[in-house]
């Protein structure tokens, strides 16, 4: 993409329309990329029925060409790990709310997870978006408690965003229209959940936010390398620090630079206070980033 396109100047129609011989001389591509690139081009129409389809399911298509695709996204993610394309049903501009990820276990226990509602809570009804990655435990702890106070929230898919269960998407939609929560997913949008997924996943729930809470981790799996993700896109890491006995993932996580949240407080303001102070000012600064050339976002070109 960016040798054609930003480099050469081409649209994206005319990629498609060139020979294999030119994508490996412009482009510099390998055989199996050459050979992949062949198939897509044979499924084009079908994609084309697969785009209606999603239309009439009020599901929209959000390209790294487009001005609305989150510049946050863009700045915390490698070039060749940002998605391309994100699948959504919702009101897109939640995501220019101040956006707080919550991640955790989805083995925590009844402590992590009233924690996790009641930070959420409190965030969602002081205007932030609270962001979590669709999954039991901790991520539906977030989802319940962004939305028992009617506040926002988004929720970023592990899968294909018509892999979500029927009952999972009827009990979303009613939230979906008001404008209160937007479903996201980076994946086609009949691709089966595995484990690499939702990897890839954690990596756009921390790169969406400006704050990361941790409400519990081991010290590997998903919400560990999802916080050590974070850390890597110079993200705040808050983690939940409870009284004794101590998480191990929590306490590693801390020794590798995130900041202690205590847990239980006598004061609820005083914990998440800050972190909403520390998640406004990194949104006005994010707000001023010029990416870099190496970045997708010199590829908002307008394509006849």
Not at 198 to 218: C, F, P, Y
Not at 291 to 304: M, V
Request: include cysteine; aromatic fraction near 6%.
């Amino acid at each position: 993409l960016v040798a054609w396109c930003y480099q050469q100047q081409r649209s994206l129609q005319e990629f498609f329309a060139a020979e294999s011989q030119i994508w490996a001389e412009v482009c510099n591509l390998k055989p199996d990329a050459l050979q992949k690139l062949e198939q897509a081009r044979e499924k084009l129409v079908a994609q084309a029925f697969l785009v209606e389809q999603l239309t009439h399911a009020s599901i929209s298509l959000l390209t790294i060409f487009d001005d609305a695709y989150p510049k946050q996204l863009k700045s915390a993610l490698r070039r060749n790990a940002t998605p391309p394309i994100l699948f959504y049903a919702g009101d897109l501009s939640i995501l220019q709310r101040q956006t707080i990820a919550l991640i955790g276990s989805r083995n925590a226990s009844e402590r992590s997870l009233a924690f996790t509602r009641d930070a959420a809570s409190y965030l969602a009804e002081h205007g932030a978006n609270v962001i979590s990655g669709n999954a039991r435990g901790v991520d539906q702890a977030a989802y319940d408690g962004a939305i028992s106070g009617d506040g926002y929230t988004t929720v970023v898919l592990p899968h294909g965003i018509r892999k979500l269960s029927g009952v999972k998407m009827r009990g979303l939609l009613p939230k979906i229209d008001s404008g209160k929560v937007l479903l996201m997913s980076q994946f086609h949008p009949d691709a089966p959940w595995v484990v690499s997924r939702a990897m890839e996943r954690n990596k756009v729930v921390t790169g969406l936010a400006q704050v990361v809470i941790v409400a519990e981790s081991d010290t590997k799996g998903g919400t560990w390398d999802g916080a050590n993700g974070a850390l890597a896109q110079k993200r705040p890491v808050y983690v939940c620090q409870m009284d004794a006995p101590a998480l191990p993932g929590n306490s590693a996580l801390v020794a590798r630079g995130s900041q202690v949240l205590p847990w239980p407080v006598g004061n609820v303001d005083e914990a998440f206070a800050p972190l909403l102070h520390a998640s406004r000012e990194i949104q006005q600064k994010q707000a001023q980033i010029a990416l870099p050339p190496s970045q997708l976002s010199l590829l908002a070109i307008s394509y006849h």
